[in-house]
């Protein structure tokens, strides 16, 4: 399954943006999907997954209640609504899928988008 990655930009603290995740081959909706990011001279690291459903997403500690993962699998789409950004939030966001149960790690996951950069100023 290919990946693409769209709807970052460059917003103000507490702004909102939602990213989209448009992925193409017919079993996508049997993937689970994960949202991860990585802020320059940082690690990748978690943000949020779902399963192949959307019914069970989970995220890190520092995005609850903030961002919402859902998914549309009639477009091969997921989404990332980021509300009350702030500029901690600032890094390219990349979502990835793999044919298996959720993950919080990112080598667990085969397909990844090309990402998409999100910048939040104070």
């Known amino acids: 399954v290919q990946l693409v990655d769209s709807g970052g930009g460059s917003v103000q603290a507490g702004a909102s943006l939602r990213l989209s995740c448009a992925a193409s081959g017919r079993r996508f909706s049997s993937y689970s999907v994960g949202w991860f990011r990585q802020a320059p001279g940082k690690e990748r690291e978690f943000v949020g997954a779902t399963n192949w459903s959307g019914d069970m997403p989970f995220y890190t500690d520092s995005v609850k209640g903030r961002f919402t993962i859902s998914r549309d699998n009639a477009k091969n789409t997921v989404y990332l609504q980021m509300n009350s950004l702030k500029p901690g939030d600032t890094a390219v966001y990349y979502c990835?899928?793999?044919?298996?149960?959720?993950?919080?790690?990112?080598?667990?996951?085969?397909?990844w988008g090309q990402g998409t950069q999100v910048t939040v100023s104070s």
């Open positions: 990835a899928a793999r044919e298996s149960s959720t993950s919080r790690t990112s080598a667990d996951y085969d397909n």
